[in-house]
């Protein structure tokens, strides 16, 4: 069984930074063979794409809104991918979910090509 867990949220200022974490275990589950993405979702809103990295790392894509603030990165060798989030603006005040796309070496921004979940983390940024 895959699971993704995400730790790293959390409450902190307008400008201020946080970085999330996202470890990928379970079964026959390898890791470098899926791109992964972070969404978020904040309340009353859907769930949307915030940043994704292609299977070897060497790509990335982001939303524009967080385009020179947030940077995605990921370590094979340790399942583990991650989120720096700097800047932050109450905006991105969301529960914020990583996901793994085994269909694509790229990451795509579509949240329904993903495979498996994470349970997500709160983050709040408050004003």
């Known amino acids: 069984q895959v699971q993704l867990v995400e730790t790293g949220g959390g409450l902190v200022q307008a400008g201020g930074s946080l970085r999330l974490s996202c470890a990928a275990s379970g079964g026959t589950f390898s890791f470098s063979a899926y791109a992964m993405g972070w969404f978020r979702q904040a309340p009353g809103k859907e769930r949307e794409f915030v940043a994704g990295?292609?299977?070897?790392?060497?790509?990335?894509n982001y939303a524009d809104s967080v385009k020179g603030r947030f940077t995605i990165s990921r370590d094979n060798t340790q399942n583990t991918v991650y989120l720096q989030m700097n800047s932050l603006k109450p905006e991105d005040t969301a529960v914020y979910y990583c996901a793994a796309d085994w269909g694509s070496h790229y990451a795509r921004a579509i949240e329904g090509v993903y495979d498996y979940w994470g349970q997500g983390t709160q983050v709040t940024v408050s004003s």
């Open positions: 990295v292609s299977r070897t790392g060497n790509s990335t």
